[in-house]
T-cell receptor, first 112, second 114 residues
Framework: KAGVTQTPRYLIKTRGQQVTLSCSPI?????VSWYQQTPGQGLQFLFE???????NKGNFPGRFSGRQFSNSRSEMNVSTLELGDSALYLC???????????FGPGTRLTVT | GESVGLHLPTLSVQEGDNSIINCAYS??????FIWYKQESGKGPQFIID?????DKRQGQRVTVLLNKTVKHLSLQIAATQPGDSAVYFC?????????????FGAGTRLAVHP
């Protein structure tokens, strides 16, 4: 069974731009969660989607948004990029309930 | 690969020794705990999980111990191998007990020396 895939793997953007990251969960998994990882703040929860609905949200500004499609694929969008948004963005999928999450390799976003 | 954390605590062990990685959590209402391993340039990899109604769970070469009284979690790795070198994170379900919202610890870097 294929693992979680994320595209693109690397991205360089300029301050003020917006970016869209994509995540394809493991086949059959209906929950997708997004995390931001930085050396200073570690791994922080952004939001979680299940059956196209956002079920949980972390403490990030409204510039961070996401959505989930009917095939469980998910995208996250960051608008008006700031230098501090530079991070590894990780997507994780699970079957649905409070079960173990399986992470993708991440998208490395660099904002200049 | 990219560094996961520049100033993480490091545990150095000899190949073949047992490793114990510790983690403290803050919320007594958390009912689900999980350990992940992250190698450089990769996403976190699931190792083992435990629910709050248990105090010990064993996997292949790994054991997780949960002490709810002092809100402490540990990961024991038997016969540590060079391939175990990575950053290890504990995570818990957090104050809301919300589905799939994990609160991660800062991580511990495990360095295995031959």
């Amino acid at each position: 069974k294929a693992g979680v895939t994320q595209t693109p793997r690397y991205l360089i953007k300029t301050r003020g731009q917006q970016v869209t990251l994509s995540c394809s969960p493991i086949s059959g998994h209906r929950s997708v969660s997004w995390y931001q990882q930085t050396p200073g703040q570690g791994l922080q929860f952004l939001f979680e989607y299940f059956s196209e609905t956002q079920r949980n949200k972390g403490n990030f500004p409204g510039r961070f948004s996401g959505r989930q499609f009917s095939n469980s694929r998910s995208e996250m969008n960051v608008s008006t990029l700031e230098l501090g948004d530079s991070a590894l963005y990780l997507c994780a999928s699970s079957l649905g309930g409070q079960l173990e999450q399986y992470f993708g390799p991440g998208t490395r976003l660099t904002v200049t | 690969g990219e560094s996961v954390g520049l100033h993480l605590p490091t545990l150095s062990v000899q190949e073949g020794d047992n490793s114990i990685i510790n983690c403290a959590y803050s919320n007594s209402a958390s009912d689900y705990f999980i350990w992940y391993k992250q190698e450089s340039g990769k996403g976190p990899q699931f190792i083992i999980d435990i629910r709050s109604n248990m105090d010990k769970r064993q996997g292949q070469r790994v054991t997780v111990l949960l002490n709810k009284t002092v809100k402490h979690l540990s990961l024991q790795i038997a016969a540590t191998q060079p391939g175990d070198s990575a950053v290890y994170f504990c995570a818990d379900s957090g104050p809301s007990g919300g589905y799939n919202k994990l609160i991660f610890g800062a991580g511990t870097r495990l360095a295995v020396h031959p």
